[in-house]
């Protein structure tokens, strides 16, 4: 069975950092797709950064500059390094995995979320 989980979220204050970590555990074959997910209370999930298995990486345009994803594949790995910190990045940010449990059999896994909280 494969499991994902999150830390490193917490309270920080505007122009703050603070660094998330990701960590698949289980039996599979292999991870493929790793990314970060948000949702701020009221709005919907969005994609915060994504990283494929060939270390291309995505942001959204409103992190970019400020936060930087990567992986140690060697262990299972992710961390988010976010960077001056603003009020609206305050949100619950979720690890997302694709994971592959045998070789072509893809399935989604989800953190269960870190709140991350910007403010004064």
């Known amino acids: 069975q494969v499991q994902v989980l999150e830390s490193g979220g917490g309270l920080v204050q505007p122009g703050g950092s603070l660094r998330l970590s990701c960590e698949v555990s289980?039996?599979?074959?292999?991870?493929?797709?790793m990314g970060w997910y948000r949702q701020a209370p009221g709005k919907q999930r969005e994609l915060v950064a994504l990283?494929?298995?060939?270390?291309?990486?995505n942001y959204a345009d409103s992190v970019k500059g400020r936060f930087t994803i990567s992986r140690d594949n060697a262990k299972n790995t992710m961390h988010l390094q976010m960077n001056i910190l603003k009020p609206e990045d305050t949100a619950i940010y979720y690890c997302?995995?694709?994971?592959?449990?045998?070789?072509?059999?893809?399935?989604?896994?989800w953190g269960q979320g870190t709140q991350v909280t910007v403010s004064q």
């Open positions: 289980g039996n599979f074959y292999r991870i493929n797709t």
């Open positions: 990283t494929r298995t060939g270390a291309s990486t």
């Open positions: 997302y995995a694709a994971v592959e449990e045998i070789p072509r059999y893809e399935y989604e896994y």
